[in-house]
């Protein structure tokens, strides 16, 4: 296999699930599978549920939350706000699967209440690029090019905002959606523009679309379903477009069920890697491996 080139298409929580269900045979690839990602607690990782803003940055470093540097999905000055953050106001381990969505939401706006008293006393903030400790892939690869990646650029989510108001107020779904839909549009776009410009060994393009998607419109599988096959349509355009060198690698930091977020990923390549349940963090060094090799 001689790799010169990786394309990564980084979806947030693509559901190994429905990849699997609707058998959508571009995002399946030739090798595919779910991922085990950085959630554990002795790699320091101390939020209740897989979350973007932790595990892109892992993933894109290889390293866990403590050595990367960020365990939490905001910044606390004394841990000790975020202990009982976690104690009081989110949902503990076990109790967490037999809550509804609805429960859940009643708590996630207590949650965003306190949160929002904290940060608007500047006491917390969202983590940012100066807080990842280590080296990204980006850069150590020379020619690396990367866009909208979570805590690493500053863009990763136009449509945050977008997605709270829809959950608290159905008027806004509909408006969500173009929004959804503008961001599919637009990365997409930038993707097939990169593709063609060939000025890199590695790019990497993130799309927060389905995350959104999958929160918003948790109870409509036909609404998700839409989504999933915009995403297929896309890669099997991607495919026909790139040379035979190139790696196409696809992941997502999290699949989503009942709008609730599960806790292995997906990822799946165009070229033979070999690999069985492999963790997220492991793809950092693989890439690596890949692209090392053409200078040696
Ligand atoms: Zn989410």
Redesign the pocket.
């Known amino acids: 296999m001689k790799v010169k080139k990786v394309l990564i298409l980084g979806l947030?929580?693509l559901e190994y699930d429905l990849v699997e269900k609707w058998d959508l045979k571009n995002l399946k690839q030739e090798e595919y599978g779910k991922t085990i990602l950085p959630i554990s607690r002795e790699d320091g990782y101390l939020y209740p549920e897989p979350?973007?803003v932790i595990v892109w940055p892992c993933f894109i470093t290889g390293m866990p939350p403590k050595k990367m540097g960020i365990q939490t999905v905001k910044i606390y000055p004394f841990n000790i706000l975020y202990k009982f953050y976690l104690k009081y106001i989110y949902p503990q381990e076990g109790e967490k699967k037999k809550r509804s969505i609805k429960d859940k939401s009643v708590y996630r706006k207590l949650m965003d209440n306190i949160s929002n008293i904290i940060s608007s006393l500047h006491l917390s903030r969202e983590p940012n690029r100066e807080d990842i400790k280590v080296p990204s892939m980006f850069d150590v690869i020379p020619n690396s090019i990367h866009r909208h990646i979570p805590t690493y650029d500053k863009d990763a989510f136009p449509n945050r905002g977008m997605v709270v108001k829809a959950l608290e107020n159905s008027m806004y779904k509909p408006i969500f959606e173009k929004h959804a839909i503008k961001e599919f549009n637009e990365r997409t776009k930038e993707v097939i523009e990169y593709i063609e410009k060939n000025n890199w060994n590695l790019f990497m393009e993130y799309f927060s679309v389905l995350?959104?998607i999958?929160?918003v419109f948790y109870n409509k599988p036909n609404k998700i379903a839409k989504f999933y096959l915009m995403f297929d349509e896309f890669v099997g355009k991607v495919r026909e477009k790139i040379d035979d060198d190139t790696l196409l690698l696809i992941v997502s930091d999290?699949g989503?069920k009942r709008g609730l977020?599960t806790d292995y990923g997906f990822y799946s390549a165009n070229k033979p890697l070999g690999l069985k349940n492999p963790k997220l963090i492991d793809f950092r060094w693989i890439i690596e491996d890949i692209l090392g090799k053409n200078e040696r």
Request: hydrophobic fraction near 20%; charged fraction near 20%; aromatic fraction near 0%.
């Open positions: 947030d929580a979350a973007t995350d959104g999958q929160h999290h989503q977020h």
